[in-house]
C-alpha cells in the first residue's frame, strides 16, 4: 500500500507537461490565486498493486467464424466445431462452452473424438494432427504429429480403437497409435491397393471406415471413384470397385453387407458385397428426365449417411443434389425416409451434418433422431423423430450476426432486477414452432459460480436492431430486441433524399448510451439521428416527438477578428443559441442566422408523425435530427452523454455542441466548436490567417501555405482521433484524399459540395466487416493512418500536436520535440490535414466546479475535444420537479479551459478520499403505469454521497482526463494538474475507462498496438502493461470496451464476442466458473448378437489392431515421414484435470472399472485356460493308452 500526499495551494502551478490553459477570464490555473476552498492535503491511500492484474481470455460468445468441421461424441454428448483460422469450439449443455486455438492458425480440416475417452483429435491444412486432452476445464494439446512429405485429406477413429487411419493426397492410408502419437510402419500404399494394371492414379483418399461385419477389412474410397475394401489381417484387397463418377462420401449399412455413395453427378449408388461389378441401385434424387429421354444435370451430393430405423424404413440423408437449371435455389438437406423425400432449404450453405444415433455402434441398429446441420453462418438440428421435422430450439447465442454487429457495450454490477423484467418483456416475442424435445448437445457440467453479478451487453446493429444479452456468470442469453427502425417511415423513392437510401443501411446503429438505473437508452444512428428511449411495462398510444438540431458549418459565414474583439467568453453566435426553444422551431445554424443558410435542407429519415402504439419494452420519446444544409450531407454524430437525473441529453461532431433538455422537448445549446471558447480559444484561431480577414467560425481551420506552415506539418505528430467513433461513421461517404481544394470564388477556396446525386453515405459496414490494419509502429504508417482517417470518416480533424505553432501559445520546445516525429509526409496527405475540424470528442455531465471561484459544485457539462481541450460548462437546473417542466435551463458562460496531449477520451472524478463518484441520476418510474391517488408519481433522483463526511463535499474532487496519448488528474475547483502520465509514444490509444476493480478504481487503456494497461488513481502509477494482441484492426478496435470488475469485450470476429479480464481475482476465479466437458459415463453395453449372427457373422471380436499394427509386427515408420512433436499440456494438464470437482472421484471410479473390466477378463482367459488344459490332458491320456501296447517297430 502506498499513501500519495501533495502539498496544494493557491499559488501551486502545474507539473510539468501539465497545466492549464485559459484566459484570464476564463481562470488560469498557473500562478493565479484563487478564493475558493482547497484541501491542504490530499490523502489517498491507493490498494492496487501489480499482483491484482493477469490478462487473460474468458470465454468466447457466437457463433464460430468460417466454420469448417463438425464432430458428436455421441456417449459424452458435446459437439465440437473446427474454423478455418485454426479455432475448435466445444459444446454441451447450456453453460459449458470452450475455445481452443491451434497455434499455428491453420484451418481445421477434420476433427475425431475419441468416444467417451475425453480427448479429441484435430487434422489441420498444415498437415498435422492433435491429440486434444478434454478432461480439464480449458483443453491443452497432449501430442502433435506433423508430415513433412504427404498431404492430410481424411481421418478415420474406429470406437474403442487406438489406432487412427489417416489417407493422403497420394493415395496412401497410415496409421497412427492415439497413444503415443507415433506411426505405425504398416502402411496402405496406393499402388498395392488397387489393381496392377491400372493405368492412372485414383486420386487422393476420400472415405476410409471400418465394416461393421469385421473390423479387419477397411473400406478405402479414392477420389476418382475407385472403391477397395482391404484386408488388414492378409495385407491384400478383397474387391475393388471402379465407377465413372467421383466419389464424395460413403456411408455403410449397419449390417455390414452394402454401403451407399454420393457422386460428383448428383447420384446415389448402393452397393452390395455379394456382386460389387456394379452398384445394386443408382438414384439421381432431384433429376428429373427431361423431354427428350435425358436425364437432369445436378449438382454434387457431397455427403449421405444411410441409417437404419428398428420401427420404420432407413434414412437416407444427403446434402447437395439438386439440378442446375434451378437458379436462386437455397442449399438444402434432403430427407430420404421410404418413399418420402422432404427438402429441407437451408438460408446458408451446408459445411457439414451429422446424424445424431442412439448407439456409438456401427454393428447395431443405428435409430437416428436428430440432425446437427452445421451451415456457413449457423448451427440448426433438426428433430427426425416427427414426422414434420421440425428444429430444436438453439440454446447457444449463435445469432450475434444475424445483422452485423456495428457498435457494443458493456455493463457489470447491473441493478438485479433489470435482468428478469427485460427477459419477461423479450420472452413473449419469441418464435415459436420448436421441436418439444430437449437440446440434445447436453454433455459436460456447469454450475453457477460464486462469483457472479449481474450483467449486459449490448449490440447495435446495421439494420438499426438493439440486442440486450444477459452476460452473468461468464454464459449469455438472449434478453430483449428493440427494432430502431420502426420510428421511422420506410423510405420511398418518391421522398427526395430518401430516395438515395433505400438500398442503404439508414438505420445503422453508430454508438449507445444507457443509464441501468433510470433505465434511460439512448441509440446514435449512422443518418446523424438519436433516439431517446423509456422503458415500460405497459403498451401505450404515443406520438413521438421530432427535433431538428442544425450543427451545420458553412465556409462562407464569416467573422471578422474586430468582431470578435470584445466578445465575452463564451460567445453568442446567434440570438436564442442556447435559450430554450419549442420543438417546432428550428434553431439557426452555427456560425450563421441568415435564412439563406436554411435553404435546401432536409432530413435523411422521416419520423413517423402519427400517434402509433407501442408494445411493452423501450418505448421511443425523441428523435433529434441533423438535417442536410445546401446540399452537404450532415457530419456524424461523435459523442453522446445523457443524465437522467438533470433531464439532458448533449451531443456533438466535427461541427459543434448541442445540448437538448428531453423533459421539455427543447433545444437549450446549439454551437459551434470554436463558438464555445470565445476569447479562451487557447489557439487564438481568430486573428491568425496570413492569407485573408475572412474566416469560418466552424471550427473549420485553414492552414497558410508558406514555407513554416510546410515545415511544421513535416513534423506532426499523428495523434489525432480516428477510430473512436469521432467524427463520423467508418460507413459515410469517403472524400478523395488527393485531389486539391477548388476555389469556389473570391473569398478564397471552400469545400466542395457534394452533388445531388450522390448518396450521403455508403452501405453500412458492420464493425465485424472492418478489417482495416491500423498501423502501430511509429517509423512508418502515418501517412496510411491519416488517409485511413479519411477512408473511415469522411473528414479529418485536428489533434493538438497536429496544430501548427503559428500562435500566441505553444507547447515547450521539449515537450514538442519528444511528440513529434520528423518524417515526410505525402502531398494527398497534407491537402487532407488542410480541411480539418476540432471534433467534440466526448461528453460527460456530473456534480463539478465550473470555476475557480465556485465553493459548491453544480451540474456541469464535461467537454473533450480532439485537439485535446477539456472544456467545463456549468448549467442551472430548477430542483422542484414542478419547475423543472416550466422553468428553462439555463447554461452559463464556459468556466474552466484544461489541455492535454491528444485527442480527448475520457472523463472520470473521484472524491478526495479516492472513491469513484457516480452521475447523479433518476430512479425508473413507469410513466405509462396507472395513477395512484395515494402515491403519486414524483421524480426521484439520487446524487452522490461522499465517502467519508458531509464536509468533504466542499473540498472539491479529483477529475481524471484521458487522451489518446496522455493521462492528467486535476484537482477541482483550484484546476491544479496533480498528476500526468504519458500512456504511449509509439501508438495512440483507442479505448480508455475509470473503471472498479478489487474494490478500488483504476484507469484501463487499450493502445493501437495491442497493449492493454492499467494506471493507478489518482496517482497514475503503471500497474499493468500487457502486450495483448500483436496486431489490431478497426473491428476490435470500434468495439473494444472495458467495464467494472476487472472485465472488457471485443468482437473477436464479424460473429464472435470475446471476453477477457485483467482481473487476478477472477482469473483465479476462473477454473470455477468454467464448465467441465467430460464427465465420468459408463459407455453403453453392445447388444448381444446372438448364436447365429455371430456363428455366420464373421469373426469381427477376434480381430487384434496391437498385433497388426504394433511395433514388433509391422516395425517402425520412416523418421522422414512424419515428427512427433509433444503437447505443452503433458503432465501439467493431467495436474490441472486433476484439480477439477469430479477429478479424483472421476478418476478412482474409472481406475476401479477398469480394473474390474480387466479382472473380468482375467477370469475368462484362466476359464479358457483350464478348459484348454483339460482337453490337452484328456488328449495325452487317450492317446498314451492307443500307444500303450505297441511295439517300437509299429509306429
Known sequence: MKKFRKVLDGLTTSSPGGGTMGSPSCGSAAGTPTTAPTPKEIDVQETLVSENFQLCKTVRHGFPYQPTALAFDPVQKILAIGSRSGGVRILGRPGVDCFCQHESGAAVLQLQFLINEGALVTACADDTLHLWNLRQRRPAILHSLKFNRERITFCHLPFQSKWLYVGTERGNTHIVNIESFILSGYVIMWNKAIELSTKTHPGPVVHLSDSPKDEGKLLVGFESGTIVQWDLRAKKADFRIYYDEAIHSVSWHHEGKQFMCSHSDGSLTLWNLRNTSKPVQVTFPHGKIQKDGRKESCKPILKVDYKTSRNSEPFVIFSGGLSYDKAGRRPTLTIMHGKAITVLEMDYPIVEFMTLCETPYNNEVQDPFAVVVLLEKDLIVVDLTQSNFPVFENPYPMDIHES??????????????????????????????????????????????????????????????????????????????????????????????????????????????????????????????????????????????????????????????????????????????????????????????????????????????????????????????????????????????????????????????????????????????????????????????????????????????????????????????????????????????????????????????????????????????????????????????????????????????????????????????????????????????????????????GESYGRKSDALPTPCLWVGTSLGVILVIPMSIPTDQDERMEEPVTIGPSGAVLMLKGSVLRFGFLDCMGALIQSPYEVWRDLNAPEDPDRPRKRKLVHYSPSSSQDTCGEGHLAIVCSERQAKVFLMPSQSCLFVH???????????????????????????????????????????????????????????????????????????????????????????????????????????????????????????????????AAGKASRSLAQHIPGQAGVEGMKVAASGAVGELARARIALDERGQRLGELEERTALMMTSAETFSKHAHELMLKCKDKKWYQF
Not at 420472452?427 to 437440446?439: D, F, L, M, P, V
Open 982 to 1112: 504519458n500512456i504511449t509514444e509509439s501508438s495512440f490509444v483507442l479505448r480508455a475507462d475509470v473503471v472498479s476493480v478489487c474494490n478500488s478504481v483504476c484507469l484501463a487503456c487499450f493502445c493501437a498496438n495491442g497493449h492493454v494497461m492499467t494506471l493507478s488513481l489518482p496517482s497514475l502509477r503503471p500497474l499493468m502493461d500487457v502486450s495483448y494482441l500483436p496486431l489490431t484492426d478497426m473491428r476490435i478496435a470500434r468495439t473494444f470496451c472495458f467495464t467494472n470488475g476487472g472485465q472488457a469485450l471485443y468482437l473477436s470476429s464479424p460473429t464472435e464476442i470475446q471476453r477477457i479480464t485483467y482481473s487476478q481475482e477472477m482469473y483465479d476465479n476462473l477454473q470455477e466458473m468454467l464448465g467441465e466437458l467430460f464427465t465420468p459415463i459408463e459407455t453403453p453395453e453392445a447388444q448381444n448378437r446372438g448364436f447365429l449372427k455371430g456363428f455366420f457373422g464373421g469373426n469381427a471380436h477376434t480381430f487384434d489392431r496391437e498385433e497388426l499394427f504394433g511395433e514388433a
Open 404 to 845: 452485423p454487429v456495428t457498435c457494443t457495450a458493456y455493463f457489470a454490477d447491473c441493478p438485479p432486477d433489470i435482468i428478469p423484467v427485460l427477459y419477461s418483456i423479450g420472452a413473449k416475442h419469441k418464435k415459436t414452432g420448436y421441436s418439444q424435445k430437449e437440446w440434445p448437445v447436453s454433455g459436460g457440467m456447469w454450475t453457477l459460480g460464486s462469483h457472479t453479478y449481474p450483467e449486459i451487453i449490448i449490440t447495435g446493429h446495421a439494420d438499426g436492431s438493439i440486442k440486450f444479452w444477459d452476460a452473468s456468470a461468464i454464459t449469455l442469453q438472449m434478453l430483449y430486441k428493440l427494432k430502431t427502425s420502426k420510428v421511422f417511415e420506410k423510405p420511398k423513392p418518391s421522398e427526395g433524399r430518401a430516395a438515395e437510401l433505400v438500398d442503404e443501411d439508414p438505420f445503422a446503429v453508430q454508438m449507445v448510451s444507457w443509464c441501468p438505473q433510470s433505465r434511460i437508452f439512448c441509440v446514435v444512428g449512422i443518418s446523424a439521428h438519436i433516439i431517446l428511449y423509456r422503458f415500460s411495462k405497459y403498451d401505450a398510444n404515443t406520438q413521438i416527438v421530432s427535433l431538428e438540431v442544425r450543427l451545420q458549418c458553412e465556409s462562407e459565414d464569416v467573422i471578422s477578428p474586430s468582431e470578435n474583439e470584445n466578445n465575452p467568453c463564451f460567445s453568442e453566435p446567434h440570438s436564442g443559441s442556447h435559450s430554450p426553444q419549442p420543438h417546432h422551431q428550428h434553431p439557426a445554424s452555427p456560425g450563421g442566422g441568415t435564412p439563406e443558410g436554411v435553404k435546401d435542407s432536409a432530413l435523411c429519415l422521416k419520423v413517423k408523425d402519427r400517434v402509433v402504439r407501442v408494445p411493452p419494452g423501450y418505448q421511443a420519446e425523441l428523435v433529434i435530427q441533423l438535417p442536410w444544409m445546401d446540399g452537404e450531407p450532415p457530419q456524424q454524430i461523435s459523442s453522446l452523454d445523457i443524465n437522467s437525473a438533470y433531464g439532458l441529453l448533449a451531443f456533438g461532431n466535427c461541427n459543434g455542441l448541442a445540448v437538448v433538455d428531453y423533459l421539455q422537448k427543447t433545444i437549450l445549446l446549439c454551437m459551434s466548436t470554436l463558438d464555445l471558447y470565445g476569447a479562451a480559444d487557447p489557439y487564438q484561431r481568430l486573428t491568425r490567417s496570413p492569407r485573408r480577414n475572412r474566416q469560418s467560425t466552424s471550427g473549420l481551420t485553414e492552414l497558410s501555405d508558406n514555407q513554416q506552415s510546410v515545415d511544421m506539418e513535416r513534423s506532426k505528430s499523428p495523434t489525432s482521433d480516428h477510430v473512436n467513433g469521432h467524427c463520423t461513421s467508418p460507413t459515410s461517404q469517403p472524400c478523395s484524399a488527393g485531389k486539391p481544394r477548388i476555389p469556389m470564388g473570391p473569398e478564397g477556396p471552400r469545400l466542395a459540395r457534394r452533388g445531388p446525386g450522390r448518396p450521403p453515405f455508403r452501405k453500412a459496414q458492420s464493425a465485424a466487416c472492418m478489417e482495416i490494419s491500423l498501423p502501430v509502429s511509429h517509423t512508418e504508417g502515418y501517412a496510411s493512418r491519416r488517409a485511413m482517417l479519411q477512408q473511415l470518416h469522411g473528414v479529418t480533424m485536428y489533434s493538438h500536436d497536429e496544430h501548427h505553432t503559428a500562435t500566441p501559445y505553444c507547447w515547450s520546445d521539449r515537450e514538442s520535440r519528444e511528440n513529434s516525429f520528423s518524417r515526410s509526409r505525402s502531398s494527398s496527405v497534407s491537402s487532407i490535414d488542410r480541411d480539418t475540424k476540432e471534433a467534440i470528442t466526448t461528453l460527460q455531465f
